[in-house]
């Protein structure tokens, strides 16, 4: 794994629907505000600036949880 594979970034994303949205983790160091991207669990995720309210809503993906806590050393 190289240093850039190392580091995660989480962003609250919607589903298709656009009504229920997840806290996904992403490869990088922070959202550069490209439109869409695969997190962590590899799932495709359309991506946009999310609100405050976004971040308190979303749910953390344990998927991506549980993938990047069997990363670590």
Not at 33 to 53: F, H, I, K, W, Y
Request: charged share 20%; glycine share 6%; net charge neutral.
């Amino acid at each position: 794994m190289t240093a850039t594979q190392t580091h995660h970034y989480w962003l609250p994303v919607p589903d298709r629907t656009g009504y229920r949205w997840t806290r996904h983790a992403f490869r990088g160091h922070k959202w550069d505000g490209r439109s869409a991207d695969t997190s962590v669990c590899n799932v495709q995720c359309a991506m946009a600036q999310p609100s405050e309210l976004d971040w308190f809503q979303a749910p953390t993906c344990q998927e991506c949880t549980r993938i990047l806590l069997g990363e670590q050393p």
